[in-house]
Structures are given as structure tokens and as C-alpha cells.
């Protein structure tokens, strides 16, 4: 599950409801990550008019830090190009 943001300082959110790891992503290309994170707050900072304050207030000092399980944002097909080579 991703969202994507068009202003601020962060560019999306990744979720992965099997793991309960949420990927964070800024707009210096820097992701953090989080471990244990419920779904409700995923879907909550979708909404937020202030993700980034969303964050700061609710994620950063209150889940675990963890390594971000991708690049945060990539398709499908760029993981795959990324594992086999992009043939073109």
C-alpha cells in the first residue's frame, strides 16, 4: 500500500500490512522505516493534511526504527529490473 504526496517534505508512505512496517520517504530521498506499526495509523497519516507533523507527533519517538524493506515507491517493474537487468 502506498500513498503519495504532491507538497511537503515527504513524498510517500509504503505499508506492508504483513509485516507492520511503515517506509517513509522525504524529499532528500532519505526513507525511514518502522516496525510494529498498526494499519489504523498508516491509513490516519494518509488523511492528514500534515503528514510530516503526523509523523513527528505519532510514529518517530513511539515505533521501532528498522531497515526500509525497499525503495520506497517502485513499481513492480523496477524491482524487477533492478533483480534481472532491464533488457532494452
Known sequence: MIKKFTSGSIRYIEYDPQEKQLDIRFENVSTLAY???PLWIFEKM???PSPKSFWEDNIK???TPTQPQKKT???????LKNLFGDPS
Request: glycine fraction near 12%; avoid cysteine; hydrophobic fraction near 10%.
Open 61 to 63: 519517538d513511539e515505533y
Open 73 to 79: 515507491g517502485q513499481s513492480s517493474i523496477d524491482s
Open 35 to 37: 516496525k510494529g506499526v
Open 46 to 48: 494518509s488523511r492528514d
